[in-house]
């Protein structure tokens, strides 16, 4: 657990005074507050497997392999070539497919 230097140390006048009845009656009323939650407001943002995505677009710019790249030909990946493990038999082939 972090410590807080910086923070004021209790005294040993302080620790006696936090009597073990005070410090029940502080736990009960932390417990009393709650927070009322409308679980249709928590459902709105959440998004179900399956759940029909045919009327959402999808907007991603494509670019095309650059000089300083590769495509992996096990994993099908575009990587940089300094991710080039080897190449057999003319196929390039990328560290973690090497592994």
Known sequence: M????DSP???????NE???QELQARRVDKGTSTIDVDPDEVAEGMELPGA????EELAVR???????EFTCSRCFL????SQLAEE????LVCKECAA
């Open 62 to 68: 494509v670019l095309p392999r650059q000089a300083d």
């Open 9 to 15: 140390r209790k005294t040993d006048e302080d620790i």
């Open 78 to 81: 575009v990587h940089h070539r």
């Open 52 to 55: 029909d995505l045919s009327g």
């Open 88 to 91: 057999r038999k003319g196929k």
């Open 18 to 20: 936090d009597s073990l």
């Open 2 to 5: 972090a410590t807080d230097y």
